[in-house]
């Protein structure tokens, strides 16, 4: 999954590069969105530490 965020965010990129500022944009905001997402859900696990 984290793969997959990286390659979307790389495909913004290129679509900057390119000229394409629309769709940078939108592959970009799809991007961010997915990122939100991934940390929420590595943030609300539940870590249990045994000392």
């Known amino acids: 999954m984290m793969a997959a965020?990286?390659?979307v965010w790389?495909?913004?990129f290129v679509a900057a590069a390119k000229g394409?500022?629309?769709l940078s944009i939108v592959i970009g905001l799809a991007a961010l969105i997915?990122?939100?997402a991934m940390f929420r859900f590595h943030?609300?696990?539940?870590?249990?530490?045994?000392?």
Request: charged share 15%; aromatic share 4%.
């Open 5 to 7: 965020l990286f390659i």
């Open 10 to 12: 790389l495909g913004a």
């Open 20 to 22: 394409r500022r629309n």
């Open 34 to 36: 997915l990122s939100l």
């Open 43 to 51: 943030v609300s696990d539940n870590i249990t530490l045994s000392l």
